[in-house]
């Protein structure tokens, strides 16, 4: 069985070369350690892509302006659930964008008596195969911190579901800061290792 070739390469310098996919895939993994360099990189790096794809669905620039805004709120607050999905990195942040861009539509759809504009809107809500399927990724996700170490699995769940910040995670387990982020580090890249099985 032939291995499956890798996405980043050595020229013959030796240097290791990112494709752009995994470029944004360890910009999105550090901002999720909070890394500001990491998500101005980012920025610099998606936001003229995403800014079209909001382009696109609002048909108005000063609108998608303010929600291309709101999307790297959004990957701020959330780019630790890109590490644990296992997901292409741009689809995901085309993902952040396209539910912006709907919950701005609803709002206005709110605001007007425009059916037109009711019509062109795909529904939101997952259908009953995007539920199995994310019932799936539940139990994978759960079995991968199943293989963590009791303590580590633990300060993840603490960290990314119930919101918990680095310095209280520090406090909590008696460690310092930067070892506190780097074993949450180690434990987010070890998921995301598991779930590429």
Do not use: H
Request: proline residues 5%.
């Amino acid at each position: 069985m032939i291995p499956p070739r890798s996405r980043s390469w050595k020229p013959a310098n030796g240097a290791l070369v990112l494709t752009p996919t995994d470029e944004i895939s360890e910009l999105l993994t550090r901002v999720a350690l909070q890394d500001r360099g990491a998500f101005d990189r980012l920025y610099a790096t998606v936001s003229a892509k995403l800014f079209g794809v909001l382009i696109r669905m609002l048909k108005d620039r000063e609108l998608a302006e303010d929600t291309l805004q709101d999307v790297f709120i959004k990957i701020w607050q959330k780019a630790d659930r890109f590490v644990g999905a296992n997901a292409d990195p741009m689809a995901w942040l085309i993902v952040v964008a396209r539910n912006q861009a709907i919950d701005k539509l609803r709002v206005r759809r709110e605001q007007t008596t425009d059916l037109g504009t009711a019509e062109r809107m795909t529904d939101p809500d997952p259908s009953p195969e995007q539920l199995a399927v994310a019932s799936g990724e539940r139990a994978r996700l759960a079995n991968c911190l199943a293989r963590l170490e009791p303590r580590r699995a633990e300060a993840v769940q603490a960290a990314y579901i119930e919101g918990y910040t680095y310095q209280e995670l520090a406090d909590r387990y008696g460690t310092p800061l930067n070892t506190m982020r780097t074993r949450l580090r180690r434990s987010l890249q070890t998921l995301k290792d598991c779930l590429a099985e």
